[in-house]
């Protein structure tokens, strides 16, 4: 067998190109008289179709694209070790690789990173999500809210069935209860701290009390579930591990980043709302109150987003409404419905 | 390694002794191409498998698909027939990244119980930093091989700390005027602590050119941010399209000061008495980074084999070699062998470097 190759001597860059006759013993002679056998030498790994090195041990050292007739020399003499080559060759292992990358993939997006973000949550000391929480509310007070316009004796009512409420949780969480103003925007939502605002507006929108108490027991249920500290860590992670998994962070990488999250985002805010839903229908059925109410609410919030019709990116415009951060309203109404008629 | 570059012409080519009349006048110098002979779809077969196996085995693999990319890339580049080769091996990068995973984690350990360890830590880091830099290219150096001749580096910790640490800093204090500076002192380090065996490269860059890159850089930058706001106060209804087109201009302006960078520091650059040729143009560049970004992201990442290997493709394509005689001269260096956990940690903390 003739083997192609460069004959490097490891002293200097000096060339000399040569044509081994390679014997079936694996006995070979270079132009330089010395005689070497194939077994002597350290091949290195086929990738490709790149040239392969054959390292002497003199130093010497041979470089030949003949990349079949290598791989055929090392068989024969029980050489090298060709796995990986053949992992990444053969069109079968490929798709596999391609299958299970895209599920693991797809895993840990969609749970992975929520599991170690639901751990970190639930580590974060609570001096971190108190002042996350004051920081927010006085914002949100400078920009969007008044001083609520609702009667004192109402405000002490509601109060007082949410204390009762907050009371029988067992986490650590100072519950407050926030009336505002909303300008407008029926509206309800927790701060990681415990705070939990309502606007007069949505209160106005109840026809049952037992609906606005369906609403804070669903937003006790975020706070309790950590959902926002959880999907700030989400929102923050998956960008990270895009730039990382599409190698070079370039800067065009990492500014595009954003665009798979956004889709991503979706699923995780659902996931979120039924988890709180969840959370109301027990809180309320274990306090002898109709979820139904609840449901009735959250058809009126949807009469009053879309009033003739309106779009999904008018509704997006008023970013931050309680409703608009709860996709799959139909189908919570009737989860929700659904609850009434099976503790009957 | 002394008396690599007094002789070129002599024992270059006997036959060719135009060069007489002083040490300006080049001898007869013939243009060698950088070929890379990746492709695509060979590539991305490798970099599945690769990804599979790195997650398969938590991360372990990723040792070995450093080395397999890096083998992959090197291997099918070649200069004059010859081609390059990488010669680490996953059980020294393993061990590099291993030591580096424990050094960040016990970073994170120490800060999370005592923040205020941070800042010293900080110092530390900053203090450790030239030498990871240093540790870094040697090893990448030492590994790649081109006709059985190692390449090395020569560089020491006080310049890399001045180049790399205190300077920046020096940097930041006179509001980035100092910085064309820095950038020129550290590309000069670079090359000029570059050897091929014992053969040193050399680079006479001029702080002067690295001033006028960045100006003109300054010049677009500011260019475009004229039109955008004219664009804005013409056309308001269009303003929230303006981030979304100005991104790629931002971008533009970085690859622009990149491209200038690599060009005038190859084609400053010798290697005894052969020179380089760099062309990287700004626009197509750009387009091929670009057009990258966008078909990694719509294909949810896999099109990133494809990506790299069109890289690998223009810059090598726009990259000649001016060979003096021929390349049979370089005499192999003397040295020791060495450890891969300079590079690891220079890459947990994402640096990269290259001449």
Request: proline fraction near 4%.
């Amino acid at each position: 067998m003739q083997l192609e190759a460069f004959l490097y001597n490891g002293q200097t860059s000096k060339r000399t190109r040569c044509v081994l006759e390679i014997g079936m013993d694996g006995r070979f002679q270079l132009p330089n008289g010395l005689s070497w056998k194939w077994q002597q030498l350290k091949v290195s790994q086929r990738i490709g179709h790149s040239a392969r090195f054959l390292d002497l041990p003199d130093g010497s050292c041979l470089e030949t694209s003949d990349n079949d007739l290598v791989d055929q020399l090392c068989t024969q003499f029980g050489q090298g070790d060709d796995k990986l080559h053949i992992l990444e060759s053969r069109t079968r292992y490929v798709l596999a690789s391609i299958i299970l990358t895209a599920l693991a993939g797809w895993w840990f997006i969609a749970s992975g990173i929520p599991v170690i973000a639901n751990h970190v949550a639930h580590a974060l000391p609570a001096g971190v999500t108190q002042e996350l929480g004051d920081e927010t509310l006085s914002f949100l007070d400078e920009i969007l809210f008044h001083e609520s316009q609702l009667d004192a004796s109402q405000q002490t009512d509601i109060r007082s069935q949410f204390q009762a409420l907050a009371s029988q949780q067992h986490s650590d969480f100072r519950y407050k209860l926030h009336f505002r103003d909303g300008g407008g925007m029926a509206n309800a939502f927790a701060l990681p701290s415990g705070d939990i605002v309502i606007t007069d507006q949505l209160i106005a929108l109840a026809e049952h009390p037992d609906a606005v108490i369906g609403v804070l027991a669903h937003e006790i249920g975020h706070v309790e579930y950590r959902h926002i500290i959880r999907r700030i860590l989400q929102d923050s992670v998956l960008p990270l591990v895009i730039t990382a998994v599409t190698g070079d962070a370039t800067v065009a990488t990492t500014v595009l980043a954003g665009l798979p999250t956004l889709m991503v985002e979706a699923h995780y805010s659902r996931e979120f709302e039924s988890e709180a839903d969840q959370f109301a229908i027990q809180q309320l059925q274990a306090n002898g109150r109709n979820p139904a109410h609840l449901a009735a609410l959250l058809s009126q919030l949807e009469a009053h987003i879309h009033p003739d019709g309106e779009t999904e990116a008018e509704e997006k415009s008023s970013i931050g409404s309680w409703f608009s951060s709860h996709p799959g309203t139909e189908e919570r109404i009737r989860i929700l419905r659904e609850s009434e008629a099976s503790t009957r | 390694m002394s008396d690599s570059h007094s002789e070129p012409a002599g024992v270059g080519s006997a036959a060719d002794t135009t060069a007489t009349t002083g040490p300006k006048a080049s001898p007869a110098r013939r243009p060698v191409d950088f070929e890379f002979r990746g492709s695509g779809g060979e590539f991305f077969k490798i970099w599945i498998v690769n990804l599979c196996l790195t997650i398969l085995t938590l991360g372990i693999y990723s040792a070995w698909a450093k080395v397999r990319t890096n083998q992959y890339f090197y291997g099918h580049t070649s200069l004059n027939n010859s081609s390059f080769e990488y010669t680490a091996t996953p059980m020294q990068i393993l061990k590099g990244r291993l030591i580096a995973f424990a050094v960040f984690t016990a970073y994170n350990v120490v800060t999370q119980i005592y923040p205020l360890a941070a800042l010293p830590l900080m110092l530390l880091f900053a203090g450790a930093l030239p030498w990871i830099i240093t540790r870094s290219l040697i090893f990448s150096h030492y590994n790649t091989r081109y006709r059985n001749i190692r390449f090395g580096f020569n560089g020491g910790y006080r310049d890399a700390l001045m180049a790399f640490v205190v300077l920046p800093a020096v940097a930041i204090l006179s509001l980035g005027i100092l910085f064309p500076m820095v950038a020129c002192r550290q590309q000069s380090w670079l090359v000029n602590n570059a050897r091929f065996g014992n053969t040193e490269f050399k680079a006479k860059l001029s702080v002067g050119e690295f001033y006028s890159i960045y100006v003109s850089g300054l010049f677009l930058l500011g260019s475009t941010l004229i039109i955008f706001t004219l664009a804005h106060m013409f056309a308001p209804h269009l303003a929230p399209l303006v981030p979304l087109v100005m991104l790629p201009f931002y971008y533009l302006v970085f690859i622009y000061i990149s491209v200038k960078v690599t060009n005038l520091t190859l084609n400053s650059s010798s290697l005894g008495s052969h020179h380089f040729e760099s062309r990287l143009q700004t626009l197509p560049y750009v387009g091929i980074l670009l057009t990258n970004t966008l078909a990694i992201i719509l294909t949810l990442g896999f099109a990133t084999p494809w990506a790299m290997i069109r890289t690998a493709r223009y810059r090598a394509g726009c990259t000649t070699a001016l060979v003096a005689g021929d390349l049979n001269q370089f005499v192999q260096a003397q040295q020791e062998t060495q450890n891969a956990f300079g590079e690891e940690l220079g890459e947990v903390f994402d640096l990269e470097f290259g001449v």
